[in-house]
């Protein structure tokens, strides 16, 4: 049975410069679409990719990734904001790759664009009065 999934992978820093995910390919028989790549500011790689394959090899390409030290996270979690709690004070804006929260000019008020969200949890840690939630 042919599977795939979208996932976000992360890459501890010793692991950022590997050729790992070519591994994928050569080793597990899978096809991968990068939808997102970038570097957090701790210099953790994130990847969004979608992952294809028999069901066998996506199972054994996923096991190697793990053993291998690299964080897997579906996108079937959600994030959400606790708008009773948001302060406006901005600190998730820079933090977010996919520019989900922008300023608003007018009302100096920043917005949350849940459809933008790849549920990779940077903003969780990053906002201060703990706005920011992961719903499974
Ligand atoms: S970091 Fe938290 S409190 Fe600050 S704007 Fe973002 S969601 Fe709101
Ligand atoms: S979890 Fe937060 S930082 Fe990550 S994509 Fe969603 S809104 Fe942006």
């Keep these: 049975m042919a599977v795939s999934?979208?996932?976000?992978?992360?890459?501890?820093?010793?692991?950022?410069?590997?050729?790992i995910v070519s591994r994928l390919v050569k080793d597990y028989n899978?096809?991968?679409?990068?939808?997102?790549?970038?570097?957090?500011?701790?210099e953790e790689g994130l990847m969004v990719?979608?992952?294809s394959g028999k069901q066998d090899?996506?199972?054994n390409g996923?096991?190697?990734?793990?053993?291998?030290?690299?964080?897997?996270q579906s996108l079937s979690q959600n994030v959400t904001r606790n708008e009773e709690r948001c302060t406006y004070c901005g600190a998730c804006i820079t933090i977010c790759p996919t520019g989900a929260f922008e300023l608003d000019?007018?009302?100096?008020?920043?917005?949350?664009?849940?459809?933008?969200?790849?549920?990779c949890e940077l903003c969780i840690?990053?906002?201060?009065?703990?706005?920011?939630?992961?719903?499974?």
Excluded: Q, W
Aim: positive net charge; contains cysteine.
């Design 105 to 119: 000019p007018v009302s100096r008020r920043v917005t949350f664009d849940n459809e933008k969200c790849l549920a």
């Design 57 to 59: 090899d996506y199972d």
């Design 49 to 51: 990719m979608e992952l």
């Design 5 to 19: 999934k979208r996932i976000v992978l992360r890459f501890p820093r010793r692991l950022v410069d590997r050729p």
């Design 62 to 72: 996923i096991r190697y990734l793990a053993e291998t030290g690299v964080k897997i």
């Design 30 to 42: 899978l096809d991968f679409n990068i939808l997102k790549a970038s570097v957090t500011p701790d």
């Design 125 to 136: 840690k990053a906002c201060p009065p703990r706005a920011m939630e992961l719903h499974f």
